[in-house]
């Protein structure tokens, strides 16, 4: 028996239909191997990977990303925007108010949507995004 081959990145963004290029390789694997990692920090990880890329190319490719469901944004208030690879759940974020760090939560209860609107005003809800905001362990024990 053969065992099954595990997509390859480039498998992955072809059957998203979006075409396979280097920098689309090394962004997605940038951000699938960081913690919510913003544009620069990304942008950071292709160079490193591939050479130059232009911040408008990354933006570009992560909006196609995004649109195809390979990556996922979030944006905390106050915060700029965050990529993560950890899609196709309903998983929520909390965020430290001190020094901006972000850590994944898994839903608050129950099944997705992960939590029952008090009102849903006849929306079919499919999803909840919901931000946690606190001290991470670091802050908490400096200002302590």
């Known amino acids: 028996m053969i065992a099954p081959r595990t997509p390859t990145t480039a498998d992955e963004l072809r059957g998203a239909g979006l075409r396979v290029t280097a920098a689309r390789v090394a962004l997605l694997e940038t951000v ?5 990692l913003d544009v620069d920090a990304i942008a950071s990880g292709v160079r490193d990977r591939v050479g130059h890329v232009s911040l408008q190319a ?7 990303l995004t649109a195809a469901g390979l990556v996922r944004r979030i944006e905390p208030a106050g915060s700029p925007a965050r990529f993560e690879g950890r899609v196709g759940d309903n998983h929520h974020h909390v965020v430290c108010r001190s020094c901006g760090a972000v850590a994944d939560v898994d839903c608050a209860v129950g099944h997705a949507p992960c939590l029952t609107a008090s009102d849903d005003h006849g ?7 919901v931000i946690y905001w606190g001290l991470c362990p670091g802050c908490s024990t400096a200002r302590g």
């Open 32 to 36: 699938r191997h960081g913690d919510h």
């Open 58 to 64: 990354v933006y570009e490719a992560l909006h196609a």
């Open 123 to 129: 929306f079919s809800i499919e999803e909840a995004d």
